[in-house]
């Protein structure tokens, strides 16, 4: 297990992207040599004690020094967030959970991404080499579509305003994709994105691995608050610590 | 000037008042790879129950304004278990371990206190009679002063240890409460357990959390539990361990004042784990500063 660190960092930069997206770079040296691709970090947006809790995001990328986050404005304490400027200070917890496994044997692989779903993405195609990698992804409409640091991208929009009408997964099984035991999914989105995507991969028994979210207050594995159903037994999963990355027949959502 | 941060609570000694609560600590493995748990004045263990309990269906957690709400439903994995498991871990960890049990019938918190009694390892009980989010047990003994009567003075057969009970600040005489757990033989009252609240969706309408109700943790409940904390100390003379909303030594100097001979911090490690290091810098600069050679001549110093 890794260990957690605390690492006050200093904001590089804090870009608005979209509407809602932004992209945020904060020097945070230790936690960006340590950390690996589906993982991440909790948040501490202010110094007061509201919003009280960190809010955890994945690891979008990392630049040398620096660690990316790709979030998306929803509520107090992503407002507060997009607020932030450069040199101001955020203390960052990391490095969270477990992260995507991407040394088994695959040849091609398939992210799937729907809306702020794509932020881990980037950092897992950095890491890949030598496969094929095709991105289906999918957003509410044209304006909200972020493909920052994706490669070889496929869309979809729910209003069909950009690429195909309908969601990342429509997209992912409309295009004849050749699926077989050499590809390797990856996804991340609204979790009935994600029950679908299980659904279609137990059919047709294909490899894939999705990175999940849920309510929690504590992020490593102490507070219980964010439990996934296990699929083997009648237990519980941790997203923080189990997850948030889970192979696909892991868990039931 | 040397500064002692020791202090006694009943038959046991801190080597500092800082002691870490039920639920914020898991069984101390989880805290122990990056905590030196030596440093701290004890951990005290999630409950444990006879049975395992899997805990309340999500959303188990939500935040509410500088507090949050939490409903987990005291997930723990059993008595056997724990013995099987969780001891041998804890007796690695150089840690001052307080077990902490919670039970759905006196019967039950007698059979956990003495299967645990034999461990070196632990060295005093709490028992949690307050849990606001099981439906069985848990608030209905907080509530009932004959049971939390009861429950001391049957324990207190089973035992030599210290044993601390956890009281419920959803009740409006929490004083008598003490005075009951005074008479039984018990050694110390901790206070509080969190408040019962909910949230709602305005949107569904519907509760946020599936179990409708949850605990009330956080900043936002301190101005209560130093309240009940003062309520105690003014009229049972008993040990009190203070928590609620403890986010700094400020807070904690607080707390020894209305009367707690330690403290318990919760909520606080989930946003900074390592808050529990930087309480304890604070009180030895808060001790200098005010010529304070023991920090427990501190307790109970309030001007009123
Ligand atoms: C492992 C993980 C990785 C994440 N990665 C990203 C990312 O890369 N980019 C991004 O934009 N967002 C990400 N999220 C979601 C992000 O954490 C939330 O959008 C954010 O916490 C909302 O905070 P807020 O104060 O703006 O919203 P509010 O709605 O005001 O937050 C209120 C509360 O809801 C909780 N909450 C957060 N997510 C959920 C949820 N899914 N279901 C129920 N309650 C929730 C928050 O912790 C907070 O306590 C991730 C979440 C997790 C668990
Ligand atoms: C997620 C969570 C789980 C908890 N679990 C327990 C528990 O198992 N047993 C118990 O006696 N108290 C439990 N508590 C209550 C805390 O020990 C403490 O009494 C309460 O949170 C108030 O202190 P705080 O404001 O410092 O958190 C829990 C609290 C939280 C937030």
Request: aromatic fraction near 8%; hydrophobic fraction near 40%.
């Amino acid at each position: 297990m890794n260990k957690i660190i605390i690492e006050n960092s200093i904001i590089e930069s804090n870009d608005k992207l979209t509407e809602s997206i932004y992209l945020l770079k904060v020097h945070s040296p230790i936690i960006a040599s340590k950390i690996k691709p589906g993982q991440f970090c909790n948040v501490k947006v202010s110094d007061t004690d509201y919003p009280l809790l960190r809010r955890p995001f994945s690891i979008c990328d990392v630049e040398n020094h620096l660690i990316v986050f790709l979030y998306q404005v929803v509520g107090v304490g992503t407002e507060i967030l997009a607020q932030k400027m450069e040199g101001e200070v955020l203390s960052i917890l990391g490095p969270l959970g477990n992260g995507f496994n991407f040394d088994d044997d695959f040849e091609t692989a398939i992210i799937i991404g729907g809306g702020i779903g794509v932020a881990p993405f980037p950092f897992l195609i950095r890491n890949i080499t030598n496969k094929k990698i095709v991105s289906y992804i999918g957003f509410r409409n044209k304006n909200e579509i972020v493909d920052y640091g994706l490669t070889n991208c496929k869309y979809a929009t729910d209003d069909g305003s950009f690429g195909l009408k309908g969601t990342c997964i429509d997209l992912f099984k409309s295009e004849n994709t050749i699926l077989n035991s050499k590809t390797k999914i990856f996804a991340c989105g609204p979790n009935p994105m994600l029950k679908s995507l299980i659904e279609y991969c137990s059919d047709k028994n294909l490899n894939c691995e999705v990175s999940l979210e849920s309510a929690m207050a504590c992020g490593f594995g102490i507070c219980q608050g964010c439990v996934v159903e296990s699929k083997e037994d009648d237990e519980y999963k941790l997203v923080c610590k189990d997850g948030p990355v889970f192979k696909f027949n892991e868990i039931k959502l | 000037m040397e500064i002692d941060l020791s202090v006694n609570i009943g038959k046991l000694k801190l080597c500092n008042p800082i002691v870490l609560a039920s639920g914020t600590v898991g069984y101390g493995e989880e805290v122990a790879n990056f905590l030196d748990l030596s440093k701290i004045g004890a951990i005290i263990t999630k409950s444990i129950s006879l049975k395992p309990r899997r805990g309340n269906s999500p959303q188990r957690i939500v935040e509410t304004s500088s507090g949050m709400l939490n409903a987990i439903g005291l997930a723990n994995v059993g008595l056997d278990e724990f013995v099987k498991t969780k001891i041998p871990i804890l007796e690695k960890l150089n840690s001052n371990v307080i077990c902490n049990i919670a039970a759905s019938s006196i019967e039950e918190y007698v059979e956990c206190t003495k299967a645990l009694n034999e461990f070196e390892i632990i060295k005093a009980f709490e028992i949690n009679v307050s849990c606001p989010n099981v439906k069985e047990g848990g608030l209905i003994f907080g509530n009932d002063l004959t049971a939390v009567g009861k429950i001391t003075s049957e324990i207190r057969v089973a035992t030599n240890k210290t044993i601390i009970i956890k009281l419920s600040p959803n009740n409006s005489n929490i004083a008598e409460f003490a005075k009951v757990v005074k008479q039984e033989g018990g050694d110390a009252v901790s206070a509080i357990n969190t408040l019962i609240g909910t949230a709602f969706d305005i949107y569904t309408k519907k509760p946020i959390l599936k179990n409708i109700t949850g605990g009330l943790s956080g900043p936002a409940i301190k101005p209560v539990a130093l309240a009940k904390v003062l309520e105690i100390s003014r009229s049972v003379d008993i040990p009190i361990i203070g928590l609620g909303g403890i986010m700094n030594w400020k807070d904690v100097v607080e707390f020894m004042i209305v009367g707690a001979s330690a403290v318990q911090i919760g909520t606080v490690n989930f946003i900074n784990p390592f808050a529990a290091y930087e309480i304890i810098d604070g009180l030895i600069k808060y001790c200098k500063n005010n010529s304070i050679i023991n920090i427990s001549q501190l307790t109970g110093t309030y001007q009123i």
